[in-house]
């Protein structure tokens, strides 16, 4: 039998804000690496792209611009991250920079014109690009039965987005989508460091403190644990360290945290009472990075009053869901956008 193109070298992509994972039909994920690519702006070529790149964020020289080409789950520069999935693409696929198929997840907010720019920066490594929504993916890696009638919640806090949806036949009945997720958690932190102390500190740093004492519920770490921060003073100008504490840094990220959590609220209202009691009975499921800020699950089952669990793995659901989609197409293609 002659099949017009061989799935085995298909690929599934995570094109997130923070990083972009990649999924080989026949091999599994083969690549998770930051979204970054650093410039040398004198000579208008690419030092380096993923790791390597996120490194040198805050620390270049001004010959050297180390950039996100995703902000808040969309392309911002178009230029950057095709050279980004081109380099990927050859990484993660034995040196190749095409496939015939690749799926790739977006935020389900999306403008048309940032469908098309993902769309195009895909295309130039391979023959056919199919979108699917964040959820969906997500769900499918997350492995809730999502193509059965019967409701599933699930809540994507990735690096740019906050994805929200109830799914039911292989498609969102209602969802929602906010720019507000894991990046304006670590810059609430920054924000908080700046008003508090006068201390100014990096993304980098930032993050650390967000994984290292960060958490969402008093349930989760004990308020008096301490981290010691390094940056400079804004009204001296001058290196300086503080401690803070992780009651503090709570305390800090609460303002994104609501957000998110008045999302889920909004999703939830307004749901046929059928599947609102199918999720009701079978709970919400997190996924993404922002799933394991410690005692986000137990903040929003406060705040909603249904029982919320992180899912397993949840760094690589959208991936994975990507990567099901591509291994089992003709049972899961209609999941995919049908512009693509």
Known sequence: MFWPFRTTSSIGVDLGTANTLMYVSGKGIVLDEPSVVALDLERGIPLEVGEGAKRMIGKTPKAIQAIRPLRDGVIADYAA?????????????????????????????????????VREAGIIGSKEVYLIDETVAAAIGAGLPITEPVGSMIVDIGGGTTDVAVLSLGSPVESESIRIAGDEITESIADYLKKSYGLVIGEATAEKVKISIGSAHANARNDDRHM?????????????????????????????????????KRVLENIPPELAADVHARGIVLAGGGALIPGISDLIT????????????????????????????QNLKRCTSADS
């Open 81 to 117: 991250a095709e050279l980004m999935i081109q380099t990927f693409m050859r990484r993660g696929n034995a040196g190749k920079s095409t496939a015939p198929r690749m799926v790739v997840g977006i935020p389900s907010s999306i403008t048309d014109v940032e469908r098309r720019a």
């Open 228 to 264: 010691e921060v390094s940056g400079f003073n804004n009204r001296t100008g001058l290196p300086e360290s503080i401690t803070v504490t992780a009651g503090e840094i709570r305390e800090a990220i609460q303002q994104p945290l609501a957000a998110i959590v008045d999302t889920i």
């Open 302 to 329: 406060e705040s909603t009053g249904i029982f919320t669990i992180v899912a397993d793995d949840p760094l690589h659901c959208v991936v994975n869901g990507c990567g099901q989609v591509i291994e089992d197409w």
